[in-house]
């Protein structure tokens, strides 16, 4: 006996330390004080800070706790007249056929709710001809169509234990049924109706999956943040809030259950009175306040401006930067108070997504309602031909005299009318952790012959990152291959397709912005991305170095552009252009390129002293000069990007800024380089051959061994085998009684 | 009892955080005896159950079947085997599976478990019940495949944890026959637990009665009922009237200010002692002819008898008397000699004020409270 | 009357359920253009899919078998402990779930990545020569997470049965000959059947319907039928592909229901061995 209940003991400890293991992880690296959520580096409590001054995040909290409260008080309601309906239902068939129907939203898997979900509203949207119909309705809907199930079947219960002569006796002292449902049935299943609504709140307030497929514009929910996150780094202010929310409920979980235990009996009437009423209290206050946030919001005069942008793409004033959207609101509610003597509340909605795809996919799926977005250049070539951009009135953009003459008429917006305003330009390059790699490549690196096919070496096999969206990992494989990347033939595509395929079993991942977190950890020594995001993992980890793969000597990569939009069905269409006129202000911009890395298009921020120094132009000078070797002459048009020495690494002082210099091969080749390696918008054939040849690529497994089937194969097998055993016995025991009588 | 002994007890005492719940008990169990502890709940008298069938290890004492100690035997290695008071029937399995489950254990033969499992069934008047779900049977019939099922691997012993308990009054009382002609055709001894001192009294060779985990007595059904040996046992065994007396001398004992002779003696001069009156041995008769007085306080009927409770010296006796008598009607009382049972003073003296009888109610009462601990 | 309280909810299960899955049926069998055709269907049995399909299936079905294996015994013994522990034990199996599953699974990266924590440790106990155990971007990683995030839908139905199995049913197994082994083969076992085949669902069918786990722990490498339908929505805008794929994952997930209810469901006699 003893000797088991050690072995159950150790069994559970076990268990728990497997199942709290990330959330030890979790609380520790909120506790560390560089960003890094791999290493360790000292403990600090700076995370907290900045969760408090994560406008975003802290938005995006709000947003849950509105549509978890609001999505379970509404199942509640629905669910408890339902199930009160459904109990007093005397049809069977009937009974039951909605009851099947009330589960399938709980045995369905989330995906297939969600996706449901979003093709009636993209088909109703779509007869309606409505612009917006993904939106905060769409998924509120979503959420109370989930927790229905759950109320209804935490409630019907109660209504089945009741007394069935509890309501008649109600009746027959003169209560009307409306009065004995609420003085009698409802007390004897408020348990089930409470656990239901916790049940309810809980899973709204967890749920991603659903919320991912039928969310709109301009309002974001943690999860779907944690996950827009997810897929660049995850800062630690977002684990600084997880250990946060997981110290309260432990708290709140403990308290519940020592007073229930011991302290439930003991409580007098009146203690178990005052627990009732400060319960029933805390409901209707958070009601209350729900009520009064939407009458508030509903009310006084809010500009709201939908801005859509890629993650970590503007200086968001984490670690004492500006941060931009709050500067652009206060700026305005003074200029319009300013212009017109009266107040307004202007508020900046600022959501992030992944990719141009994801961009395009949201806009496709009718998230209308965005102000502004900064797509890439093809993508902006694409949205253009849909009509889904809108011109600038470029007079309401006084600003825009600061884009360099050269960027103005970039090759997707080169008409008369402009659609969009350069945000920030930049290549592909190769990423690479010098520590990792052979000595012979790091050499040929040095002379400035590496090109794309280290990416292709067997030598660093599962040490390879490859994009995670069809065009940039399609371009790595065309670039190497010579292939034009803008008018590939069904050929071309075949031997790009062939070429990835060849790279599949040295890859160690496919992944867009999770690269970060790779490189900078030293998962991985080879990786193709953009130079601004290569500059900020530089930063981080000073084993990484950077180059721009050549082709005979000369520079073959993909540059790209990415630009402020106006989505044609802008609802702030005047203060969308203020917005841009205050993202090419000097103020803003360079907070933008110093916050970001990329290359700026911007005359303001390239004059600027401030960002000359901050990125290191003088120090060039001055630290070359002790090397002895001549400095490169700048001028006001120059592209900046990293300065290596004479090893091919990156020059970084000690404050960890890098230098920029000016490069003769870029700044020469600007002009051809975007007319030849920039990705255009491909025909629709093109892009469904390439989208079809990534699926292929993605779905072929060359990497996964065939062991794990045959190991599926022997369990299923043996469960079969032992199923039929049963069978046999079953039948062979029954075989001599079976047919007896009675 | 010339049979030999099958399991002795020696010594026993178990607690439970400090709760004594058995208090060094030594029990001898003789084979083909049917032997019921009987008490109130919380007397220990399940708990000595499941020691004898090894779900509870004693703190101290040792468990002997024949002759051999088995304290650290496990219960599934033991030659007991048990009826549970809800019976536990397996609600998987059908009736023959049930029965059969035990034989199943081991090695044998669909025919010979098919042939014992049938003899079984005949035994306990289930035949063509095999491919019934045991929920849905009736109590009885649960009942029947419970003792079935703990019987079919012919043990030594069978024990018997309340099996009748959840019965009504009716079926009650045929079970008792029915397992009382199953313990004399089998010739297994039975050890029955029960609070029912009427079941106990009408099925057992040997009652042993229990109280606060100490065995009070152990005895035939006559001599527990007619010699209780103190006044527990005399109030929870049958209805009884005990009063406090006095030995004056052998033969002779004074009690309610009366000295009344009778067949007890061995008692030391003036020993403080219990009184035993069994309601049924005292006899009404007019107020002058009575040896004491009192006023009829008042009268039942009982269809057999009359339930007459008489204020004698604020002292409320019960008689139970085939005749008639007005309420508030003053009348007498006659005691033969031999209806008079001295018992020695114990614990239990002067607990029991008026007649008492034990309350089968109160019992089942406190039953549910423990369960709920 | 009283049975129009549940007209709202008839109404809203029309409209938001029943209506979305008609869409689904209906997108999965028109093209582009809205006219009638099978041809998404077809795609579906192009080897590369069906591949993703046997994937899926495969690694659901080994982490639902891990995860049975795993639960089973702590809901036993948690079943065995004080009514009191048992409380707190429950709370601590569910506590994990309040936390974002996004960022459980991000925070299993950190653990098993080459230069993650759990190497970290090793390395320290067992010095610096050992290479690095390989875990991310494995097939077993994409199955651990699956384990991890859906453990506790096992572990908390498997308890409750067990918990409610009348301990006398236990004693009379015992008492009838069974060592403690052969009570659990032959009485708990087959009594917490019904809550097997509930908790099974609860980790099946999420776990093959899951599109997140994959890209982070697997890297992308092990594609399985969540990832392709998202992929079908989010990046490539073939929503009649994905709504034919989400088709037929229904319908592989009614049939394994009704395979194993059907298995669960034949308890006439009983399945003892």
Same mark, same amino acid.
């Given at each position: 006996m003893k000797k088991r209940t050690i072995f159950g003991n150790i069994y559970i400890i076990l268990a728990f330390i497997f199942l709290y293991m990330p959330i030890a992880v979790l609380i520790l690296f909120s506790f *560390?004080?560089? *960003?890094?959520?791999?290493?360790?580096e000292g403990f600090s409590f700076k995370w907290y800070g900045e969760l408090f001054s994560d406008a975003a995040t802290l938005d995006a909290l709000k947003n849950t706790l509105l549509l978890a409260i609001l999505s379970s008080l509404i199942a509640t309601v629905i669910g408890t007249m339902a199930a009160y309906g459904i109990h007093k239902m005397r049809n069977k068939h009937l009974k039951s056929s909605i009851m099947s129907v009330t589960k399938i939203p709980m045995i369905n898997p989330e995906i297939v709710v969600g996706i449901s979900m979003m093709l009636l509203f993209v088909f109703v949207g779509g007869i309606l001809g409505s %612009?917006?119909?993904?939106?905060f309705g769409t998924v509120l809907i979503a959420h109370v169509t989930f927790n229905l199930p759950y109320v209804i079947l935490s409630v019907l219960p109660k209504f089945k234990q009741m007394d069935k002569s509890l309501p008649e006796a109600a009746q027959d002292l003169g209560c009307t049924p409306l009065q004995s449902f609420f003085k009698v049935e409802l007390p004897a299943i408020l348990p089930g109706v409470v656990s239901g609504l916790i049940m309810a709140f809980t899973l709204s307030l967890d749920d991603f999956v659903i919320s991912y497929f039928t969310i709109g514009s301009g309002f974001e929910t943690l999860p779907i943040r944690i996950y827009s996150m997810t897929k660049k780094r995850v800062t630690p202010d977002m684990y600084a809030l997880s250990t946060l929310i997981f110290v309260s409920i432990l708290v709140l979980l403990l308290l519940s259950n020592l007073t229930s235990d011991k302290s439930r009996e003991k409580m007098s009437k009146k203690a178990k009175k005052i627990t009732k009423i400060v319960v029933g209290t805390a409901f209707g206050v958070i009601g209350i306040i729900t009520v009064i946030v939407l009458i508030v919001s509903a009310g006084t005069k809010t500009l709201t401006l939908n801005v859509y942008n890629w993650?970590?793409?503007?200086?968001?004033?984490?670690?004492?930067?500006?941060d931009v959207n709050r500067a652009f609101e206060e700026y305005y509610e003074e200029k319009y108070f300013l212009e017109t003597g009266e107040r307004v509340n202007v508020s900046v909605n600022y959501t992030t997504y992944a990719s141009n795809e994801d961009l395009y996919a949201k806009l496709k799926s009718g998230?209308?309602? !965005?102000?502004i977005i900064i797509p890439s250049d093809y993508m902006i070539q694409r949205l253009k031909s849909e009509n889904l951009l809108q011109k600038l009135d470029l007079n309401k953009i006084p600003?825009?005299?600061?884009?360099k003459e050269q960027f103005r008429n970039p090759f997707y917006d080169n008409g008369e009318e402009k659609y969009t305003a350069m945000y920030t330009y930049g290549v592909i390059g190769i990423i690479y952790n010098s520590k990792k790699l052979h000595p012979d490549d790091l050499a040929k690196i040095e002379a400035g012959e590496?090109?794309?096919?280290l990416l292709w070496d067997e030598k660093y096999k599962g040490q390879i990152l490859q994009f995670n969206n069809p065009r940039d990992a399609f371009g790595t494989a065309m670039y190497a291959l010579g292939i034009d990347v803008n008018n590939a033939t069904e050929e071309d595509w075949k031997k790009a397709q062939e070429y990835l395929k060849e790279q599949k079993p040295l890859v160690q991942s496919y992944v867009m912005d999770e690269i970060f977190n790779k490189m900078e950890g030293g998962e991985a020594t080879l990786a193709a991305y953009y130079a601004g995001d290569c500059l900020c993992m530089i930063g981080n980890n000073e084993d990484l170095g950077f180059y721009y793969p050549r082709k005979n000597g000369e520079v073959v990569t993909n540059i790209f552009a990415d630009a402020m939009c106006i989505p044609?069905?802008?609802?702030?269409v005047d203060l969308a252009h203020e917005y841009i006129n205050f993202m090419l202000s000097e103020e803003a911009a360079v907070a933008n390129a110093e916050y970001i890395y990329y290359a700026s298009p911007n005359k303001a921020v390239i004059e600027n002293e401030g960002y000359q120094i901050n990125m290191g132009k003088y120090e060039i000078e001055y630290k070359l000069d002790e090397n002895g070797e001549e400095v490169p002459k700048l001028d006001e048009d120059d592209c900046y990007i990293p300065v290596l020495d004479e090893n091919g690494e990156m020059i970084i002082d000690e404050e960890g800024d890098y230098f920029v210099i000016y490069d003769d091969v870029l700044e020469d080749n600007l002009e051809d380089m975007f007319n030849t390696y920039a990705y255009r918008d491909l025909e629709d054939e093109s892009r469904a051959t390439l989208n079809q040849k990534w699926e292929e690529l993605k779905v072929d497994? =060359?990497?996964?061994?065939g062991g794990i089937y045959i190991f599926c194969a022997v369990i299923l097998v043996a469960l079969i085998a032992f199923g039929v055993y049963c069978y046999i016995i079953k039948r062979k025991r029954r075989r001599l009684y079976w047919n007896t009588q009675k | 009892m010339n049979e030999k002994k099958i399991i002795e007890l020696k010594n026993v005492a178990k607690s439970y955080d400090g709760e004594?719940?058995?208090?060094h008990i030594n029990l001898d169990v003789h084979e083909k005896e049917f032997m019921t502890l009987l008490g109130?709940?919380?007397?220990?008298k399940t708990t000595t159950l499941r020691i004898i069938a090894g779900f509870v290890t004693p703190d101290t004492g040792d468990v002997v079947f024949e002759g051999v100690k088995?304290?650290?035997?496990?219960a599934y290695k033991r030659h007991v085997n048990t009826v549970f008071q809800k019976y536990?029937? &397996?609600?998987?399995?059908?009736v023959y599976e049930n029965i059969a489950f035990a034989l199943r254990?081991? /090695?044998?033969s669909e025919e010979e478990i098919y042939n014992r499992v049938e003899e079984m069934l005949a035994m306990v008047n289930l %035949?063509? &019940?095999? %491919?019934?779900?045991? *929920?849905?049977?009736?109590g009885g019939q649960q009942q029947r495949v419970a003792i079935a099922r703990a019987l079919i691997n012919k043990p030594k012993v069978l024990l018997l944890d309340?099996?009748?308990?959840?019965?009504?009054l009716k079926l009650r009382k045929d079970m008792q026959n029915e397992l009382k002609n199953i313990q004399r055709k089998t010739g297994i001894t039975f050890i029955y637990v029960t609070h029912d001192q009427e079941e106990a009294l009408s099925m057992s060779d040997t009652v042993v009665v229990m109280a606060d985990g100490k065995i009070q007595q152990i005895g035939t059904p006559t001599d527990i009922y007619n010699?209780?040996?103190n006044a527990f046992v005399a109030d929870f065994i049958g209805e009884s009237n005990i009063i406090d007396g006095v030995m004056?001398?052998?033969?002779k004992a004074k009690f309610s200010g009366h000295i009344f002779e009778c067949l007890? /003696?061995?008692?030391?001069?003036?020993e403080r002692v219990d009184v035993v009156v069994r309601p049924e041995d005292v006899d009404v008769v007019p107020p002058e002819k009575g040896m004491l007085t009192g006023v009829v306080t008042s009268v039942t009927f009982k269809g057999v008898h009359y339930e007459i409770i008489v204020n004698i010296n604020n002292f409320k006796w019960m008689i139970q008397s085939t005749d008639y008598v007005e309420p508030n009607q003053k009348i007498g009382i006659y005691i033969e000699p031999d209806a008079i049972h001295i018992m020695k003073r114990s614990e239990?003296?002067? =607990? &029991?004020?008026? !007649?008492s009888s034990f309350s089968d109610e109160l019992d089942r009462l406190s039953d549910i409270s423990e369960e709920e601990e | 009357m009283q049975r129009a309280a549940a007209a709202p909810h008839v109404v809203w299960a029309v409209l938001f359920i029943i209506a979305p899955l008609l869409f689904v049926v209906y997108y999965a069998f028109t093209d582009k253009n809205g006219s009638f055709t099978f041809s998404n269907i077809g795609a579906i049995f192009q080897a590369s899919y069906l591949e993703v399909f046997l994937r899926s299936l495969c690694f659901a079905f080994l982490a639902t078998v891990i995860c049975l294996i795993i639960a089973y015994p702590i809901a036993y013994f948690m079943a065995k402990a004080k009514p009191k522990t048992q409380k707190v034990l429950i709370m601590l199996v569910m506590?994990? =779930?309040?936390?974002n599953f996004l960022i459980r699974t991000y925070s299993w990266m950190a653990l098993l990545e080459d230069t993650g924590i759990i190497n970290s440790v090793l390395m320290g106990i067992f010095g610096l020569e050992i290479p690095p155990l390989?875990?991310?971007?494995t097939s077993g990683a994409v199955i651990l997470g699956m384990v991890y995030n859906y453990l506790p839908y096992m572990i908390i139905p498997l308890h409750s049965v067990i918990s409610k199995i009348d301990p006398k049913l236990l004693e009379a197994a015992a008492d009838l000959g069974c060592s403690p082994l052969r009570v659990l083969t032959k009485v708990v076992f087959p009594l917490s059947m019904s809550d097997i085949v509930s908790g099974v669902t609860m980790v099946f069918v999420p776990s093959i319907s899951t599109f997140y786990i994959s890209q982070k722990l697997g890297g992308g490498n092990f594609d399985l039928i969540g990832d392709t339908i998202e992929r079908q929505f989010q990046?490539?805008?073939d929503y009649n592909l994905g709504a034919a794929m989400s088709f037929v994952l229904m319908l592989i997930i009614l049939v394994s229901m009704a395979i194993m209810n059907r298995y669960a469901g034949e308890d006439d006699g009983g399945v003892v061995v």
């Open positions: *560390n004080s560089s *960003n890094s959520t791999s290493n360790f %612009k917006s119909y993904l939106g993650g970590e793409y503007i200086s968001d004033g984490g670690e004492g930067t500006l998230a209308t309602g !965005y102000d600003n825009y005299a600061n884009i590496a090109g794309w096919e044609s069905s802008a609802e702030n497994s =060359q990497s996964f061994g | 004594v719940i058995l208090d109130p709940s919380g007397c220990g088995i304290n650290d035997i496990p536990a029937l &397996f609600p998987h399995l059908n254990l081991n /090695k044998i %035949k063509g &019940f095999e %491919k019934r779900d045991v *929920n849905l049977l009736s309340e099996p009748l308990g959840a019965l009504d010699e209780p040996e004056l001398d052998d033969y007890d /003696k061995g008692f030391e001069k003036n239990y003296s002067g =607990q &029991f004020g008026d !007649y | 506590l994990p =779930q309040w936390l390989h875990m991310i971007n990046t490539a805008y």
